[in-house]
């Protein structure tokens, strides 16, 4: 069965920490997202990479950054870590790498909720 | 820019009643169209989609037509169960990107 996994189920940090959460995918997929989810907002796109090494902003990526160094692994990274930065955060990927297949679904972890006191 | 808008919830039903959970998009380009359900505790995970105009996907008893003219799919249910109760997001995906759009969620409540 298909698995995408987050480290961290709940993370409790503090203003200004660096904040690393680390999503794993061990299905060989060439796509992986970081979203995150808030209430009324649905699911807002922070990154995505399509490749190693490769990454694109997507639509909220301010005080984000991200870094995929194996094709498994997809970290997102809060410099430095806000109050408003307290929110579920689920990674998700998928599989085909030419962007003219739309219908493909994506795959998505359990999600990580971040809590910044 | 390309957006989904989804009718706000919650919506709460009895067992065996009758869903329609309201979901429109931008009628930029040929996107394929999805519902994502998220069950409590867990990610998204993929309820049906459709590809193409008049296309019609269905999953689990759910159902949703995508209708071009009046830029549309919305999701369907002829008896909800307990165990329905969930999130459901509706998605599009454009040709040509590797973005998946969200709408806000609406979460449904099945009550015995």
């Known amino acids: 069965d298909v698995k995408v996994t987050q480290s961290s189920r709940y993370l409790v940090k503090r203003t200004g920490e660096k904040v690393f959460l680390e999503c794993v995918q061990d299905?060989?997929?060439?796509?992986m997202f970081w979203y995150r989810q808030d209430p009324g907002l649905g699911l807002r796109l922070i990154y995505f990479s399509y490749d190693v090494k490769m990454k694109e902003k997507g639509d909220i990526p301010e005080g984000y950054s991200v870094s995929r160094e194996k094709k498994e692994r997809f970290s997102l990274i809060l410099e430095s870590a806000s109050t408003n930065q307290t929110s579920m955060y689920l990674c998700?990927?998928?599989?085909?790498?030419?962007?003219?297949?739309?219908?493909?679904?994506?795959?998505f972890g359990s999600g990580t909720q971040l809590s910044v006191l | 820019g390309d957006s989904v808008t989804q009718m706000e919830g919650p919506v709460t039903l009895s067992e065996e009643a009758f869903l329609t959970i309201n979901c429109t998009y931008t009628?930029?380009?040929?996107?394929?169209l999805f519902w994502y359900v998220q069950y409590p505790g867990e990610g998204l995970q993929l309820l049906l989609k459709?590809?193409?105009?008049?296309d019609k996907g269905s999953n689990k008893g759910f159902e949703a037509t995508y209708r071009k003219e009046t830029t549309s799919f919305h999701l369907e249910k002829g008896s909800v169960q307990v165990s329905d109760s969930a999130v459901y997001f509706c998605?599009?995906?454009?040709?040509?990107?590797?973005?998946?759009?969200f709408g806000a969620g609406t979460r449904l409540f099945v009550k015995a």
């Open positions: 459709a590809t193409k105009a008049d």
């Open positions: 998700a990927s998928s599989q085909n790498r030419d962007r003219g297949a739309t219908n493909e679904k994506l795959f």
């Open positions: 998605a599009r995906r454009n040709t040509g990107g590797f973005k998946t759009i």
């Open positions: 009628a930029t380009g040929y996107p394929s």
């Open positions: 299905m060989d997929h060439e796509n």
